[in-house]
Nanobody
């Protein structure tokens, strides 16, 4: 059974940094990509960025220059380094893995709150 577990969320002041982790367990066949999404209260879930199989990364405009996605294949872990955080980054952050057959796996989410 595939399980994704996010961690690293919390309360941070504007301008601060956080690193989120997403640990994957179980066998996933035909991974097509991995990514991060977020959902703020009253808003739809939005894509933050992703990392492809070849290691290339892509980001939403709101994340460019501030967020960095990386992965550690040996640890089956995906990361989201977030710098220069703003109050509007406050949301529940989810990791996602796309696999063969259109299967998409989601974590349970981790809360990030940016506030002074």
């Amino acid at each position: 059974q595939v399980q994704l577990v996010e961690s690293g969320g919390g309360l941070v002041q504007p301008g601060g940094s956080l690193r989120l982790s997403c640990a994957a367990s179980g066998r996933i066949f035909g991974i097509s990509g991995m990514g991060w999404y977020r959902q703020a209260p009253g808003s739809q879930r939005e894509w933050v960025g992703g990392i492809a199989i070849d290691g290339s990364t892509h980001y939403a405009d709101s994340a460019k220059g501030r967020f960095t996605i990386s992965r550690d294949n040996a640890k089956n872990t995906l990361y989201l380094q977030m710098n220069s955080l703003k109050p509007e980054d406050t949301a529940v952050y989810y990791c996602s893995i796309g696999a063969a057959g259109g299967q998409v796996y989601w974590g349970q989410g981790t809360q990030v709150t940016v506030s002074s």
